[in-house]
């Protein structure tokens, strides 16, 4: 018998010893591989060896910068996502300076680099909210929708409120959050539509990042994402199935009702947004943001993943959220889902846009707000 529980103890423990090498190197090896897709200098290394990438990014920022800025800012706003906590709205993007981009600890974005003032001069303070696309994620500081406002607008002051993963929900929030701190502008603008179809699709009104919060108060503890490579990959791949089983795999009466909810949300925020802006005497603009999945030629996207194309279900919901808010009732929202139209090379990944695409949002928000305010002084 104890020879017996002695081959028993040494077979256990040389499966558990064999096991737990295996996970080790399993997690080394879905480290590295994170490393050198995610890493900056693996991000080079891997561009520079697929063929034709450095000239697909040429084209989509349209020679505005060379093959070096390109990956430097790539490279740059990969190191600066990296979320800190913020009371009301969850997370902010945290104080960066890097070459490109630099993020006040405030948290907003500047729109001309180190150094940059913060007087007012003569023109408004515009307070501009939205989405990585209003932070202007894979552009220069000064190429950014806000920062183009302000050279539109002489003498105004316009603070990039824009933030990943942003939307309606959040950016209401925030907005009270700064009013009541006494930060009031004369201006609000709020970009919206790509995040709120994105967070709303499932019909639950909560940030990104939410689930995260919830396991830690139900556990008592962090087991997410990166404790370790192995749970790394695991919640990877559990967000795409969850994705796949749940708005996105919806039938046509299932999209229909989703793009409703979303849109009832949104309508919602715009509704208790403007009843605080009118309490501090802000004037407030909403625009509802082009995307890759309405209204845009594939043909002229780079990028473009399964999600883009009619038949995926994620394209389906995009496309009657953005059908419905061209000819619905959108209380006041402008909508500019179709600009884009005729537009080649305008995003620089799956849905970010380049310069002039930021350029071309900019100058419609600087149309409809100058339309409301005829004396203001516009380039």
């Known amino acids: 018998m104890p020879e017996l529980l002695k081959k028993i103890y040494k077979s256990a423990s040389y499966l558990l010893l064999n096991s737990l090498i295996i996970f080790i190197l399993l997690n080394c090896v879905i480290y590295c591989w994170y490393k050198a897709v995610y890493s900056p200098l693996g991000r080079q290394t891997r561009a520079a060896l697929q063929k034709g990438e450095a000239e697909k990014y040429k084209r989509a920022y349209e020679g505005a910068y060379s093959v070096e800025e390109i990956y430097a800012v790539i490279d740059e706003q990969r190191q600066a996502l990296k979320l800190e906590y913020q009371p009301w709205v969850l997370f902010r993007e945290p104080g960066f300076e890097g070459r490109y981009t630099h993020v006040a600890r405030e948290g907003y974005r500047l729109n001309s680099g180190p150094g940059e003032t913060q007087a007012r001069g003569k023109g408004p303070v515009i307070f501009a909210f939205g989405g990585s696309t209003m932070f202007g994620y894979g552009v220069k500081d000064g190429d950014t929708i806000a920062a183009y406002i302000e050279k539109a607008i002489p003498g105004s002051r316009v603070y990039n409120f824009g933030r990943a993963f942003y939307y309606s929900s959040q ?152 059908r419905s808010a061209a000819t619905g009732p959108m209380d006041g929202t402008v909508f500019l889902g179709n600009i884009f139209k005729d537009k080649k090379d305008v995003y620089i990944d799956r849905h970010h846009y380049n310069p002039s695409g930021c350029r071309m949002i900019a100058e419609e928000i600087v149309r409809v707000v100058k339309q409301d305010n005829p004396d203001l002084n516009v380039n």
């Open 171 to 322: 950016e209401m929030q925030l907005f009270l959050s700064l009013v009541k701190e006494g930060k009031i502008p004369d201006i609000a603008v709020f970009l919206d539509g790509l995040n709120d179809t994105r967070v709303l699709a499932d019909g639950v009104d909560e940030p990104y990042l939410s689930s995260t919060l919830r396991n830690i108060f139900k556990t008592g503890f962090y087991l997410g994402k990166n404790v370790m490579p192995v749970l790394t990959a695991l919640y990877d791949i559990r967000e795409a199935r969850a994705e796949q089983k749940g708005a996105f795999g919806l039938d046509d009466a299932g999209i229909k009702k989703r793009a409703a909810a979303v849109l009832a949300i949104y309508r919602s925020n715009e509704a208790i947004i403007r009843q605080i802006a009118a309490y501090y005497h802000v004037k407030t603009y909403f625009f509802w943001q082009p995307v890759p999945h309405y209204s845009y030629d594939l043909s002229n996207h780079q990028f473009k993943k399964k999600e883009h194309y009619p038949g995926d279900s994620v394209y389906r919901l995009y496309n009657e959220v953005y």
